[in-house]
Structure formats: C-alpha cells, structure tokens
RNA sequence: AGGCGCGUAGCUCAGUUGGUUAGAGCGCUACCUUGACAUGGUAGAGGUCGGUGGUUCGAAUCCACUCGCGCCUACCA
C-alpha cells in the first residue's frame, strides 16, 4: 500500500518537484499544440526587487491561469522576466560604490555601469528564485531583461521612429525635478503629501510711490471697505521664488485692482539699491476669490506660472541648480537685475538660452539650500516692514517616490513623447471592446487618465538605462539614429565633425511599455510573436494603470498595430489586517516566503526592525509585532498561500491579508492530504479499476460523479471570469463538504461491509478516479500537493497499463464537465438521505444522546421511495446516525418520541429512557417558532398581488413552500400537544 | 473640486440579470481522541443587509437623498 504520512508536510514535496517540472520543461509552450495559444506577461519586476506580497498575489493568480490553460491542451506561454529600475538600481550600486570609499564621478560613468552590471550578474536574481517558490509556472528559457540586447534594440528603433515621426521632441519645458536624485522624474513619480506649511503676505510697493484707492464691496455692489493703499498684497507659500518673479497677476475682471494694471511694483526683497520692478498685467488664472486676488508668476519654479509666464510672454528665470540650492553661477546680481530690468522695460522676449544665464540671486543668497533661502528671505522682509501675516496653512507638498525629497519644478531641457496623438488610438481600443478592463470599472480610471493626459518626460539624467540615440554636433545639431555610425551616413557628416552623444537616458517604463512584443522577439518578425501576440490576459495591480497599462497599450497600437492583451485583469492590493497599506517604512510587511517557511517572533521582529528609513519607529514596529503574532508565523507551504490569494481575490479594491484564512488553506491542504490517505488505503497497491460490466454504482457513486460535473463546470466558469475566489470556494466546498464530510463516510460501510464485490469494485473505482480528477481541478491553484497525491493516485485510477513513467499531473487534461453525468435521481436520493441523517443528528445533538449511544428509529408515513431507500441505506443510516433499529408503524402506535420530518415521513426516536421531555419540547417550540415566521411571511405574499403579477413558477414553488411548511406545522402542533400531556 | 469604490453575522468577505427560509471561512458554545484527518467530527448560537424615502406583487439587489470610511486625480497663489 502507498501509504502517506498521517500529516501534510509541505516543503519535502515542494523542494522536490519545481526542479523536475522545471528541468523536463513543461512550461515551455507546446508550439505544436491545438488550439488558441495563451499567453500571459509578467509585470516585470524591479531587478533590485525583493519578493512581496502583492507580487506573490500577482503571480498565484497568473500561475493558476496559466496551468489551466496548459492543462487545457493549448500553447501556453508565461513569459517572464525583469525590469532594470534605473533609479532604484543606481541608487543601490552607488550607496556600495560609496560605503567603500568611492563615488560614481570618481568611477566615471563606463565603470560604474560595468559595476552595476556585474552586481545584477551576481544579486539581480533574487526575485526570480523567489518566484520559483511559490510555483510560477513561466517559461524560464525565455526570461528577458529590459536591458537585454534585443530588448535594447527595440527601445532603440522605437525612439527612432518616433522621433523621424515627430512624436518625441526636445525641448526646454518645466518638468518636476528630484535636487537628491538629479534628474527629472515623470508626474506619475511624484507623490503629493499633504504638509504642514505656511503662507505668507507681503507688500509689494507699487513704483514711485504710487497709492490707489482699494475698495471691496459685497454682492451687492455696496462698499464693505476702503483704504489708501501704496502696494499690493500677494500670498505666497515659497517665499524664496519671489527672487524670480516675472510679474504680478490679476483677474482682468476684478475690479479692486482695475486702477494698477498696467503700473509696476517691487519686489520686496534683495539690495534695495537694485530692487526689481515687475508689471502688474491681467489674466484669466486668479481666481479674485482667493487670497488677495493677485498672483505672483514665477515661470521656473511652479507650473501654473508657467502656463502663465507662457502666454504673457514673460521671462522664467531659473534660481536654483540641480540641488535645489540658490544659483552661483551666471552674471552678479547687480548686472542680473539690470538685466532683468532691462527686459521689462523693453518688452522684450529673448530667447530661453539667454534668460537662463541671468541669475537673479542677490549674493547674499547664492548657495543657500532653498529652505534655508525662505527663512533667511522672509527673516529680511519683516525686517523692512513689508510683512503682513503669516497664516498656518496646510499644503500639498510634492515628494519624489524613490528619494522622499521635495520635488522641484525647474526649467531643463528634456526628450519628450507626444501622448496625446498616441493616446487617441489606445482610447479607442478600449472605447470599442478590442480591450477588456475586469473589472469593468477601472476603464473609468483608465479614461480619465488619458483624455487628460500630459506630454511624457522620458529622459532621466542617469547612467544606468537605454542611453538616448541622439548625438549633437558643436553647434548644438541634433541627428537621431541607432548608432554615431549611421547617424553621420544619414546626415553626410564628415569623420572630422566631432559629434557627442546624449547624455541621458530613457526612462525605464519607456523600455517597460514595449515588453509584450520586445520579449517575443520584435523587431524581428518571430515564430513566438506569431503565436502569442495580441497576448491573452494582463494581470496587475490598478496602481500601475498609468506607469505601465495605458503605455504598453499605446506603444502595442503604434508598433504591432494591434492591442498587446485583450483583457486587463486588475486585482486588489495586498493589506495587512488593519486595512493598512504594507510597507518596510511602516514596518507591517509581510514577506511571503516567511508565510511558506514559517519565521519565529525574534527573526521576524529582527527583520521587521532592520534597515528602516526611520529608526525611531523601530521600537513602535517591535511592539506591534510581537502583540502580533506573539509565537511568530507558522510554516503554512506555498500551496496553502496560494490558495488564500486565490479566495481573497474577488472584485474589490483591497485584499486585507488575514493569517486565519492562511491557517485555513492550510488545514484544507491537510483534509485533502487525509482524503487521499484514506482512499489510498481502501484500494490495493496494483489496483486495476474494474471494466463497466463488473461494477454496480451506488447512489453515493453516481452522486459525487454527478456533483463532481457540477464543480468542473463551475471552475470553468470562474477561470473564464477571473472569479478565482469563486473558484476557490467551489473546489474548497467539493473537496471538504460533498467529497469528505458525505461521499467518504457513506463509502466506509459499503467498503468495510457485506456489499456485493461489483458494488465494492464500483466505489473503489470511482473513489480513485473521483479523487484523481479532484486533484486535475485543483492543481492551478495547489500545484504541489496535487502533484504528489497524484503521482500515487494515477496509477489506481487508470491502472497501471496506462501510466507512464515521468508523467505529471502538470501536463494533464484539465477535467471537463460532462452534462450526461449529471444524475439528477443520485443527486435527489442522496438529499434525502443527508436529510434523514441530518434530522437525526439534529435530535441527538440536541437531546445530548451520548455519540455512542444506538438509538432505536420508527418511522411514520413512508411512501415506497422512503420505504426503498431506507432499504438500500440501512447501512449508512446506522453508521452516521447511530441507529440500532428502524421499525415502520402507524404514526398513533408509536410511543412518545422526538421526532424530524423528511417530505411526509416522521422520523421519530422513542423518548423513554433517551430522551428529557423538556429538551424536545423547546427544540420543537423553537422550530415552530421558525415556522410560523415563514409561513406568515409566505401566506402573506401568497394573499398579494403577487399571485397575479409573479411569474408562474416562482407563485408554485411559492405555494409548495408553504404548504410543506403548513404540514410540518400541523404535524409538529399534534406531536407536541401530546408530549406536553405527558 | 472631480472620479472610483466600500459600508451584509464578533472578524474577513461572497451574494451574478430584483423572486431564499440572506451564505462561507475564521472566531464562539456544547459534546466527541470512532480505525483518513483534533490542521479533525457532530450539533448549535449569531445578521433584517449604514440610514431615510421611492419604484415594484416582491429590494441586500434598482432609483433619489443622507451619514460614515477609503483610494485616485487635480489643486488656490
């Protein structure tokens, strides 16, 4: 007998079979195979990446899509791989460069890229084997790097063809720029927190001495209040961009101001010899409602100035370098501001190359970080006088999601892609079905996003990336093209031209957006492109709809001129069981391997604590987790992690992660561990099912073959609407309530008993091949254990004849619902019997009968079903009910006794010596309590006009309810009138 | 400000096109170490579905309003 171990251990079979199901190359597609190929892309992760539990969801959910297309027989690609993280990767090798004692500058650039590559040769693969852990079923031969040289070559086409076609530009614009990191980043990597701040009001004095009257009046015209006044009061929350301030704006209609337009006034700040005047102009940007009405425009450093500055022909002088420090460089300030005075008096606009060398920075600024210039600025104003308020103001403050620092807007000369044009087509795709959202409503985000999207900065002042093919001559010439060589060709440029490449390179998402062609082989024309793209399915978190989702479909529409996915399968993120967003910083991180392994308290907390951003919260974090999980984390496998991902992943926005649930799936692994054991116990070692002609199905038999075309029927359903809790949920109910708790208890009589040898072979067969199709079912979700259960279990279902050496349950059919195995007479006698047997459970639960204790049945009102199925279940009846006896008489012969209802046969157990009088008054006067509540809630609709306007059926099934429930009252009324006598 | 979403048993969540006597898992109570499984078994307690109003024969399910919460986008200088 293949016995196994009483108790389910996880990791002895997981270690052992990823290997063989790696090294025979199942998950390799089946190019040759019938059928419309399926193929999923992995969301590349970070290649400094550390396995988490969103990428853990992630991947379970594709891997049980992706085994169950493979079992489905159809080539079947998980194509995997991951991305080259510009900032996160340069970061991380140049803090190493830096412990030891050196920088990236003194390196220069080829070396520290070199080092970088040799770091990823030897620690980028962390995830990867990670992914291996859990399961993932991708195909590792054909695992790719954004970096790869195929992959680069795309980037690189792409660039160049966008460019030819005038939908990548250069130019000088505002971008947001990280002064820690020193390059720009792109909008969707900026993150606003709300702050703490302040907004102050100065006085600027208007030119000469001027004075107006400023006069407010209310709605209705009339005068609220009056003064003299010889400035105007602007608001301001950075204070230290006043020093490039280009002019002061007012709504055109606001009237309060109508008397100044035009004049000038200084700003209040600086060496008052050489204090600046700026116009005061009109524009349709403030808003007269807030504040003082009038805006100070500051074209460099904030982006609704630029707009402004824009349309007004004003100047942006830039006051800070690329650590957001007060400039050094350019003309002194005395020459700036002459300058600058200059430009206002003439009305000139001079070319940006020209405004950019006037730094307006009076010394006693240059150099100052831009906090320290604030406070030092605003210090000195009071000190004039030219201070009104400071007001406490919360403000939405922009941080850099990798550095944490403030984000600056600042005027640099960057590469750029014209969304809009390529935004209309990836519209539409999704406008017109060609691409599904599931669900449905984040198209709503997706849209949103895209109507109003904004031109794409991809160039990143890095060293580590695709280096932007784009080479300059000495007077400033740009040529695009793959390489200097064919740049020259293509322009006639002499070898005597000295040209110089780019400096920058391109944002990684630019290289992400290309993955589901680029790792398929384009621009070659490949067989895998063929086969596998449009792909199937993309499986995401909705946080990267933006970053990556609407950019691979606006690069797929542009380059294969088809979408890259049909469907966008969006899952909710991963939180800890708070609701809380998981975080290292937060120190509530779960890592997904502690979960399969197990972890004790001290590791964990070790681990939790270790390393942070903010060490002060480490005692905070400590405390939390030991409240936590006061004994650490039990080892629960991966398949029972696995299939918590799958049954928390319904439609919602977020997955609060509860261990219980793990603890759950992992007993489950265990009962189907033991349902295995046991059938592995009643079949002899070189088991050979019995032919059709030598076998007699039972009811129980044909019923869990009935009930088992039920669920295959339903996962298919649910892999086919992404309902993988729904899914979870059938096959955990199959296995545990209809295959455990009911098939496997009614079988043990017939297999221990005096059953015909037809009938024994009958449920020996179909328990095997019960079991074996059960393990098929649930091997997308549970891919180990099913595996080895079914290494043992196909051999008996199938004999031995039919078993190969080397096969896998990785490779088998998926099971098919077959409707002509729906036994709707199995599937009703059964019901009955759970009836029966559960009504007597119910009495002796109730009346606390002693599980040992037989008790005697009589029954009252049988019809000849009953009377034949009490027959042919004796057996089961006596060994899950505990019944000694069943005698059928009139129902006024039978003494006092308890009593249930199946249809119209009375069950009733003798009270004398087994049963308390009390006790089954109460349980009965309890269900009649029940009773009567329906019945007056269905008598009463059946009084409506519902009989006249529902449906027909739904009226019968209706007035059937009622009357069962009207004949168990009665018979219930009558029972208990005569125990109450006694 | 706009968009999206959520509010169903103590907890975490299902509930498909309105027709049930509103479900599951965990937790809880009682009993049970019976020879697959105590990571188990049997029985049981526990919700009128955030609130109000409406549509309908009928609403957890549709509509309006309302309260509470969350997320995203854009922000007022």
Redesign the pocket.
Known sequence: MAELD????PHAIEARWYPVWEKRGYFKPDMGAEGEPFAVMLPPPNVTGRLHMGHALDDTLQDALTRYHRMTGVPTLWQPGTDHAGIATQMLVERQVEAEGSSRHAMGRETFVDRIWQWKAESGGHITTQMRRLGASVDWSRERFTMDDGLSAAVQHVFVDLYQRGLIYRGQRLVNWDPVLKTAIS??E???V?TAGH?WHFKYPLEDGATYEYVERDAEGHETFRETRDYIS?????PETMLGDGAIAVHPDDARYAPIVGLKCEIPVGPKAQRRLIPIITDE????????????ITGAH????YEVAKRNDLPMYRLMDDAAALRVDGMAYDAAAMRAAEIVATGETPDAMAVDAINLVPEAYRGLNRFEARRRIVADIEADGLLIVIED????QPFGDRSNDVIEPMLTRQWFVDAKRLAAPAIEAVEDGRIRFIPE??S??YF??MR?I?DWCISRQLWWGHRIPAWYDESGNVYVGADEASVRQANNLADNVALTQDEDVLDTWFSSALWPFSTLGWPDDTAALKTFYPTSVLVTG??II?FWVARMIMMGLEFMGDVPFRDIYIHGLV?D?D?A?MSKSKGNALDPIDLIDGIDLEALVAKRTSGMMQPQKAAKVEKATRAEFPNGIAAYGTDALRFTFAA?A???????F?L??V?????????LW??A??AL?QVPEDFVPAADGDVELSAADRWIISRLQRVEADMATHFATY?F??AA?AA??FV??HL??WY??LI?PVL?GDASEAAKAGTRRTLVRVLETTLRLLHPLMPFITEEIWQRVAPLARGRALTKEGESISLQAYPVSDAARIDEHAEAEIEWLKKV??GL??I???M?I???QKIPLMVAGAATTDRDRLTRHRRAIDFLAGVESIDEMAADAIPESAVALVGDMQLRVPLAGLIDTEAELARLD?RLA?IDK?LT??NK?LG???V????AD?VD??RA?AD??TREQAELTDQRARIAAL
Not at 6 to 9: A, C, Y
Not at 302 to 305: M, R
Not at 663 to 671: A, D, P, Q, T
């Open positions: 009483k108790t389910f251990d909008d969707l900026v993150e606003s709300e907004m602007i608001a301001t929350t950075r940007y403030p808003d007269p409602a807030f504040g003082s009405g009038a805006v100070k904030d982006f609704n100035d103001k919360t403000i939405m409503n984040w709503k985000t949103e996003w109003n904004q909705f946080d933006f939180r069981a609701g967003k928390l319904s439609y919602g926005r977020d997955i609060r509860d219980g649930r603890e759950g799936y992992r007993n489950f692994c265990n009962k033991n349902a054991r046991f116990m309902r809790d729904l949920n955990h109910d545990w309530h455990c708790d496997l208890e043990k221990a047997i559960g459970r119910t002796r639960g109730e606390d002693a599980p040992k309890k029940k329906d809630g269905l609709r409506s006009d519902f006249n306007k529902a449906p739904v099934k209706t309810q069962d429930l």
